[in-house]
């Protein structure tokens, strides 16, 4: 039996939440997925230490400012999942859980989401599975030939699990640099970057990130030169974990590497690093696979939008897979905006 609901919101996580809080807002009867067992994203899943870039004010979804964490100027990921369930039973969002949506099919007037505990039918859909369930490693040379083990950012939890070992961390952005801050004291270090770090001046910010990447928003809607956003910025936010260990000269970057051995990693001139572990901190792509039975993907994988809407597909918004789908829509303060703008429009469409 198929149900039916004017939204199925696809991902249960900070960008669903904000959709399901704007479509409450447009009385709009909608479902939310969540493939998690438990509330909270991502942000249940990442290594112990990580803490947000910006205080909790700056770092709340719409409608509900997230309440400061004692001790802590930036929040940690225990708090930001306390928030999101707080969130999520403050507005009685309907998430059901866990369900995975394994493909969005056209069915006529209506789009069919298969589920893997059935299917329903909806007059519009939103896609926010976000990127985190979906690693990117390069594919580097003798990647299968190391005998020691690999690890992305999505598998790190904590410095005590290597303590003592030879860890080479591959990564210049933000992951990289705080996982290579957290193995910097208990373990034998190898820091390996594309480029030299660039790091943001220390009293940057995520508050200063999204009133640049607003800033950029604004820009475009007036017609004025596109400021590059956040992507025009350096790197790297110099958080207190990070600018200790730069300051104590234990975060200190080499060139990438050109293969791996077995036996650990090795650059075009013959030096060669042995290694028992290697962190691949090298990023993520959408996780957008369940909307492969629409074919919407151009020639280099990438959903052309207008704004959220996809533009082969008007009834499918997609939110919270980075400046593509809105200015800083990856972020918990990014997201609110395109969420709003995503939810006025499928409100407009069902009318």
């Not at 007037?109 to 039918?121: C, I, Y």
Request: include cysteine; aromatic fraction near 8%.
């Amino acid at each position: 039996m198929t149900r039916r609901t004017d939204v199925v919101v696809i991902g249960g996580g900070q960008a669903g939440l904000a959709a399901g809080y704007h479509l409450r807002r447009l009385g709009l009867d909608f479902v939310i997925f969540d493939a998690q067992a438990e509330p909270g994203g991502a942000w249940q899943h990442t290594w112990d230490s990580l803490h947000l870039f910006s205080p909790a004010a700056y770092s709340s979804l719409p409608g509900r400012l997230m309440p400061p964490q004692p001790g802590e100027t930036y929040p940690d990921a225990a708090h930001v999942v306390a928030y999101l369930t707080d969130y999520e039973q403050r507005y009685e969002l309907p998430v059901h859980r866990p369900v995975r949506a394994v493909g969005v099919h056209r069915d006529g007037e209506l789009l069919r989401v298969e589920t893997d505990s059935g299917a329903w039918s909806a007059r519009a859909v939103i896609s926010a599975t976000g990127t985190w369930w979906r690693p990117f490693v390069p594919a580097v040379p003798g990647r299968t030939e190391f005998q020691g083990d690999q690890l992305h950012t999505v598998e790190y939890r904590s410095a005590s699990d290597l303590a003592g070992q030879k860890v080479v961390v591959v990564g210049g952005g933000n992951s990289g640099a705080q996982i290579a801050a957290d193995l910097a004291h208990g373990t034998d270090l190898t820091w390996v970057t594309l480029r030299e770090p660039r790091y943001l001046a220390d009293d940057i910010d995520g508050r200063a990130l999204f009133d640049h990447a607003t800033a950029r928003r604004r820009a475009l809607d007036e017609g004025r030169t596109d400021t590059g956003g956040v992507a025009s910025l350096d790197d790297i936010v110099a958080v207190p974990p990070v600018r200790e260990a730069r300051d104590a000269g234990r975060l200190k970057a080499q060139p990438m590497f050109t293969r791996l051995t077995s036996t650990g990693v090795e650059w075009a001139d013959g030096t060669h690093a042995d290694a028992d572990a290697i962190i691949w901190c090298t990023g993520f792509r959408p996780a957008l696979s369940h909307l492969g039975p629409l074919g919407l993907r151009g020639p280099r994988g990438h959903i052309p939008t207008h704004g959220t809407q996809t533009l082969a597909e008007p009834r499918l918004h997609l939110l919270g897979y980075g400046d593509w789908t809105g200015p800083a829509s990856a972020t918990l303060i990014g997201v609110g905006r395109p969420a709003r703008d995503a939810a006025r429009r499928i409100a407009q469409l069902l009318r």
